[in-house]
């Protein structure tokens, strides 16, 4: 691992109890992009879930996945092709109902 890797990289996590509106997970870096390694999603009601950034009109970076009550997943990526968020805009998530959601992400900027 180098040490732009290390010094760049990040986790961050949210609990919410509503996130039927766009709902921040990783806050953007100022002329950084967003590079998900690793992506744990949980929730208590039967819901799906999808992933954007936050632009004016947000671009979908993992389309709706459904879950049921008590559901989630896990996704993972290499480094070298990890899952991508535009420069300067933050990661969300965004729920199709009001219900718990967990959400943990590691990666790294660049």
């Known amino acids: 691992m180098s040490k732009s890797f290390v010094k760049d990289s990040f986790q961050a996590t949210i609990n919410s109890a509503d996130a039927s509106s766009a709902t921040q997970v990783?806050?953007?870096?100022?002329?950084?992009r967003i590079c998900i390694t690793t992506l744990v999603c949980s929730v208590g009601?039967?819901?799906?879930?999808?992933?954007?950034?936050?632009?004016?009109?947000?671009?979908?970076?993992?389309?709706?996945?459904?879950?049921?009550?008590?559901?989630?997943f896990v996704a993972t990526w290499d480094k070298e092709n990890p899952l991508i968020v535009a420069e300067n805009q933050d990661l969300d998530i965004v729920a199709s109902t009001s219900g718990n959601v967990s959400i943990h992400v590691k990666g790294f900027l660049v």
């Open 26 to 32: 990783k806050a953007k870096t100022a002329n950084k």
């Open 45 to 72: 009601s039967a819901m799906n879930v999808k992933f954007q950034d936050d632009a004016g009109t947000p671009a979908v970076v993992i389309q709706p996945i459904y879950l049921a009550a008590n559901g989630g």
